[in-house]
């Protein structure tokens, strides 16, 4: 895996989709960083693996899903996603479920991406 | 000892939560022991702190004008995320002009500013630490 890279940026999803807007404002801040062509990475942690859901319906609740943004990190350079193995194995979901491609990721490569970002920010 | 440049991020509320109250202890002890702190970003539920209008009892402290207080001392850069100010209701007369309302509520010494000044800080900063709730 290419978790020897290091970001100056790894943003963390923790919180599942339809709650609150951090999810979306993890989004704005990533895209917003890779602009300022600053290395990001995303990490799904947790619940957090939950946002990759593919099929979700956000505006049945009135509520603005994530999903264009997610698919709109490509365009911006984003391509580097990781996710919790353990939360894949939770919600019974592999990564040829989700909307994304991803590369999942055991606690010790976790913990070394973290070690190795310039940066954290958590949502 | 090497001097750092620090990065604050605020993303608790006051009150709420201890991060601005947590943030601001932070920032007087680097600044008394010679670091420098760059920026101090409000974001998130953070941004009610530069709330103008907010009136804690006499006796409780008041955080926004310890911020105030500080940043005036030491030249500090306060600047508010203004996606996240706007929907919460915090605004200044520029905003207040552009949205038709009647009203701004921007305490002194805060700026309104783009997502953008968080992530130049980030990669500017020594170290981008968060206070969040």
């Not at chain 1, 300022?36 to 319906?57: K, M, S």
């Not at chain 1, 049945?60 to 984003?78: C, E, P």
């Amino acid at each position: 895996m290419k978790a020897s890279n290091s970001f100056d940026l790894l943003v963390v999803f923790t919180q599942p989709p339809l709650t609150a807007s951090l999810a979306k404002e993890g989004l704005d801040l990533s895209l917003v960083n890779s602009t300022f062509e600053q290395q990001t990475g995303l990490i799904f942690l947790g619940a957090g693996v939950l946002q990759l859901h593919p099929n979700q319906q956000p505006d049945i609740l009135a509520l603005k899903g994530t999903q264009a943004m997610l698919q709109a990190l490509g365009l911006y350079d984003i391509n580097q996603l990781f996710v919790d193995e353990q939360a894949l194995l939770d919600y019974s979901l592999t990564t040829a479920d989700l909307l994304l491609p991803t590369e999942s990721c055991n606690p010790l490569q976790l913990q070394k991406l973290l070690a190795t970002s310039r940066n954290v920010l958590t949502f | 000892m090497k001097t750092k440049t620090f990065v604050l991020n605020v993303t608790g509320a006051p009150y709420a939560s201890l991060a601005p109250l947590s943030a601001l202890r932070f920032a007087k002890a680097a600044l008394a022991t010679g670091h420098k702190i760059q920026r101090v970003f409000f974001y998130q539920e953070g941004v009610t702190l530069a709330n103008g209008l907010s009136c804690p009892p006499q006796d409780e402290i008041n955080l926004t004008k310890e911020w105030q207080k500080l940043a005036a001392e030491h030249q500090l850069e306060l600047a508010v995320c203004v996606a996240a100010a706007l929907k919460r209701g915090i605004i200044d007369a520029k905003e207040a002009a552009r949205y038709g309302l009647e009203q701004h509520n921007l305490a002194e010494g805060f700026v309104l500013t783009g997502l953008g000044q968080l992530v130049d800080g980030m990669a500017n900063a020594d170290r981008t630490v968060t206070f969040n709730s």
